[in-house]
């Protein structure tokens, strides 16, 4: 069974604080996703990664970095939290010849 | 820009009944994929649909594919209770690359 791993179910932070959210997958898989999802909008790319080092903007970038070290760990910063980033958080890892992307439980970040 | 969007976004409807919830898409591509997701959980992965005129069932639930009208349906028959969560669909903006948009999710409550 593919599991992908997400660091906390629940964080608060305040306003201006660094956050880290980490996300380790256990499929060795190549690719790795960070979405965030709100209600009404559906789910945002906010980075992508194809390979360790690698990374690819999404959608919704600003405000966020990521790091890809290693293969199975991808990681999403916030280097000053602001409340409008308060959101459900998905990490997800796919494949590509599979076709199918594996979610993490989500990290549902609260910045006040 | 590519738009992904569903209808209806919410749905509340009696066991034993059918329904189609739709997903229209606004640029080319012949990958889409159904997801599910359930209140406080993560997206599972119910169909991937790669070509043209794709069909995949599983149980009470049937999904197609047109891309020349750049439509996905997901059909259900005979609704049942446990099939109350909310549907994601989403298109694979570089071919194979994972790079999803997600529609904005239908929430489907069936009803005794």
């Known amino acids: 069974d593919v599991k992908v791993t997400q660091s906390s179910r629940y964080l608060v932070k305040r306003t201006g604080e660094k956050v880290f959210l980490e996300c380790v997958q256990d499929?060795?898989?190549?690719?790795m996703f960070w979405y965030r999802q709100d209600p009404g909008l559906g789910l945002r790319l906010i980075y992508f990664s194809y390979d360790v080092k690698m990374k690819e903007k999404g959608d919704i970038p600003e405000g966020y970095s990521v790091s890809r070290e290693k293969k199975e760990r991808f990681s999403l910063i916030l280097e000053s939290a602001s409340t409008n980033q308060t959101s459900m958080y998905l990490c997800?890892?796919?494949?590509?010849?599979?076709?199918?992307?594996?979610f993490g439980a989500g990290t549902r970040l609260s910045v006040l | 820009e590519l738009k992904v969007e569903q209808n209806p976004l919410f749905l509340s409807m009696q066991e034993g009944k059918n329904y189609t919830i739709y997903c229209n898409y606004s640029t080319t591509s012949d990958r889409l994929y159904w997801y599910r997701q359930d209140p406080g959980k993560s997206l599972e992965s119910l169909f991937v649909?790669?070509?043209?005129?794709a069909v995949k069932q599983e149980g009470r639930l049937m999904a197609s594919l047109d891309t020349k009208a750049r439509l996905s349906t997901l059909h259900i028959t005979a609704a049942v209770h446990d099939l109350s969560a909310t549907y994601f669909c989403a298109v694979d903006l570089r071919q194979g690359a994972q790079k999803l948009v997600f529609g904005q999710g239908t929430r489907l409550t069936i009803n005794p």
């Open positions: 499929m060795d898989h190549e690719n």
């Open positions: 997800a890892s796919g494949a590509p010849i599979k076709n199918i992307q594996y």
């Open positions: 649909l790669l070509s043209n005129g």
